[in-house]
């Protein structure tokens, strides 16, 4: 079985950092893609970080870059996001998702729509 798990929200200052991790079993990161989505109350679901460990790749949202950081522990098969300088836009429920990788494929997307496993959800405020 493929399972998402994630951990690691709270309530936290603006300014504040946080880190999430996405625990996944059933399978390991080398020949998958792992994103991280958030989705806000009353908005779409948005790409926030993706990561393909085997082809060396990360990507980030503008909204995001330079405050937040994806990073894998193989050991673990967890992958973290890593969030600094938090702003209230942050707030939100954050998702952990996998999709199948491709050999001739070294990069990652933000769209969710090729995403098909999803994990639960860990909640995130950013509040003074």
């Known amino acids: 079985q493929l399972q998402l798990v994630e951990s690691g929200g709270g309530l936290v200052q603006p300014g504040g950092s946080l880190r999430l991790s996405c625990a996944a079993s059933?399978?390991?990161?080398?020949?998958?893609?792992i994103g991280w989505f958030r989705q806000a109350p009353g908005k779409e679901r948005e790409g926030v970080s993706c990561i393909n460990k085997s082809g060396g790749s990360t990507n980030y949202a503008d909204s995001v870059k330079g405050r937040f950081t994806i990073s894998t522990d193989n050991a673990k098969n967890t992958v973290y996001l890593q969030m600094n300088s938090l702003k209230p836009e942050d707030t939100a429920v954050y998702y952990c998702a996998a999709m199948y990788g491709s050999r001739w494929f070294n990069g990652c997307g933000l769209q969710t729509t090729p995403y098909r496993y999803w994990g639960q959800g860990t909640q995130v405020t950013v509040s003074s």
């Open positions: 059933g399978f390991t990161l080398d020949y998958y893609l």
